[in-house]
């Protein structure tokens, strides 16, 4: 079937419109379809990344992920309740993140590959972050270490490690 | 102003420019997801916030450090007329949701417009960076110290254990998207590429058409680009990318050397037949142009016709969109009047070129 509209290219939106009584039938292409005004294109759109999302959001009765008492249903700093972002899948500012980490964890689990960021850091933020990444990464070294019996590197791995802690300890106790 | 002018003038680098295993890789993409502590992310921006990011972007970028690294010029979309957004849109640098965001949003561009930051799209800032050919890592470099020099200016948020904080929680940790676009009409014509691409979206990639609706690609033109953004590092993230889309090129590669040496004939005669109908149609709508293009691109690629420019498929693929139509015969046109002028375009452009077709 050709698009009624410019009868050039075939008809791929199907629509059929009813006022008071009245039945009229469209048969359009994308193109005119687009033109005719954006119900068409809202309609064309209705199932999109948006909806997929919010669907994965509201799988919280889903088992083994359980929702801790207690834990806060708006963010204080915006004012967005956590209905709200499951139903539109955007935060409201930056400080949503921690007054909906409690539910967070489970959803990062299953739309990225982990909770916890091991990228690029602000050279900003401080060399506090730095250094408890560059721990982390060390205590896995020397587990690694200990594991494959590579004992002359796990002591150098334990000594690299006692210094950054008690740097890093003196910063933490001020 | 003639053609050749109007292709000179207003041309991304990755338009005009080449690059590693440009006969494949048709762009390379990097495109960074950053946010400022304390002002609420644009879903919730009221227009004082909006104009607080405005300004602190404006300052930062007009910074010596920011300078060195790149010239931006900074414009809101309040003051771009629609066309020019969309032209925008059609260049790839900016998305269809800022070029509608007219109230709020704003673009920063350097002169080449290798580099962009659309301001007040989802997140505050998307910084990209776009090149032609497979140069994702170079891509990277490049955006990583625009990256670096605003954030010695700009207070970003930043969170200990999720990362970059973004708007969505797909883009939280790094707010990285790489992305390749692929002319893949090998795979295509040898009816390779569905089994290729569930392969690469079971490996946390996600690959889609450039043009077109749902699953179907017009052109043969694909985007691979990562899925995830947390819990792996940006070098992590390329580094995958970059290894399967070498595999893809190897595959096209051999689909490409299969289809000549056993079906010759029929590839000729497709890619002739194509080149004549751009040469001589007198309308054509857009998805039967990225067609024909990617046969006439396939073509060039392989020998088959000489003298035109590997250029004409990226740049024929911007030109014929609608804004960019409009903007060069300085009218606004119907779908209908659209593809008559599309079709007088291409032979205008077809003729700026010595072709020999073998």
């Known amino acids: ?40 294109a809202k309609a064309a759109q209705a199932f999109n990344f948006n909806h997929l999302l919010s669907g994965l959001l509201n799988m919280e009765s889903s088992p083994g992920v359980p929702v801790p008492a207690g834990a806060p249903v708006r963010c204080e700093t915006c004012g967005m309740s956590y209905t709200e972002f499951t139903q539109i899948g955007r935060f409201g500012c930056p400080d949503c993140y ?74 933490e106790g001020r | 102003m003639s053609l050749g002018e109007f292709l000179q003038h207003g041309m ?3 338009i005009r420019g080449g690059g590693p295993d440009d006969d494949i890789i048709v762009t390379s993409r990097i495109r960074i997801a950053r946010n400022l502590q304390d002002i609420p992310f644009p879903v919730l921006q009221t227009d004082s916030h909006a104009d607080e990011v405005i300004h602190l972007v404006q300052q930062a970028l007009s910074n010596k450090s920011v300078q060195q690294i790149g010239r931006f010029e900074f414009v809101r979309c309040s003051d771009l007329s629609a066309l020019d957004r969309y032209m925008l849109v059609e260049k790839h640098l900016m998305s269809r949701d800022l070029a509608e965001q007219v109230k709020h949003g704003a673009i920063a561009l350097t002169d080449d417009e290798v580099m962009s930051i659309m301001v007040n ?30 954030e010695s200016l700009l207070p970003y948020a930043f969170h200990e254990r999720y990362g970059y904080l973004t708007a969505c929680p797909t883009n939280v940790g790094t707010g990285i998207r790489a992305s390749v676009m692929m002319h893949l009409p090998g795979l295509v014509l040898t009816g390779q590429i569905h089994r290729m691409l569930s392969a690469v979206s079971q490996v946390g990639l996600t690959v889609r058409g450039i043009y077109g609706e749902g699953s179907e690609s017009v052109g043969n033109l694909f985007q691979v680009s990562n899925q995830i953004t947390l819990g792996e590092t940006e070098e992590e993230i390329i580094g995958n990318l970059s290894s399967i889309v070498h595999q893809l090129i190897e595959h096209e590669r051999a689909a490409r050397r299969a289809l000549l040496s056993q079906n010759r004939g029929d590839l000729e005669d497709r890619v002739c ?38 250029s004409i498929l990226k740049e024929l693929m911007v030109v014929t969109q609608p804004a960019f139509l409009q903007k060069y015969f300085r009218e606004e046109l119907t779908p209908g009047e659209r593809d008559i002028r599309r079709a007088a375009l291409i032979r205008e452009r077809l003729r700026l070129d010595d072709t020999e077709v073998h």
Request: net charge positive.
């Open chain 1, 1 to 40: 079937m050709l698009c009624q509209q410019c009868k050039q290219r075939p008809a791929t939106v199907h629509f059929t419109k009813i006022v008071s009584g009245e039945k009229s039938e469209y048969h359009l292409c994308e193109q005119c379809a687009q033109e005719k005004g954006d119900f068409f």
């Open chain 2, 273 to 310: 037949r194509s080149f004549g109908i751009l040469a001589y149609a007198r309308k054509m709508d857009s998805k039967e142009t990225l067609q024909r293009l990617s046969d006439v691109r396939l073509g060039i690629d392989l020998g088959i016709i000489r003298g035109v420019s590997a």
């Open chain 2, 121 to 150: 799209e989802e997140d505050h800032l998307r910084i990209q960076c776009i090149m032609p050919g497979f140069r994702l890592a170079e891509a990277w470099q490049q955006a990583n110290r625009v990256d670096d020099a605003l």
């Open chain 2, 12 to 14: 991304s680098q990755w």
């Open chain 1, 98 to 171: 921690d007054s909906f980490s409690a539910r967070l964890d489970p959803l990062l689990r299953r739309i990225q590959s982990s909770e916890t960021h091991t990228g690029k850091v602000p050279l900003r933020a401080g060399e506090q972050v730095h250094a408890r990444k560059r721990l982390q990464q060390l205590r896995q070294e020397l587990q690694r270490a200990v594991a494959l019996e590579q004992f002359e590197q796990a002591a150098k791995l334990r000594d690299e490690i006692r210094r950054l802690e008690s740097q890093f300890g003196g910063e």
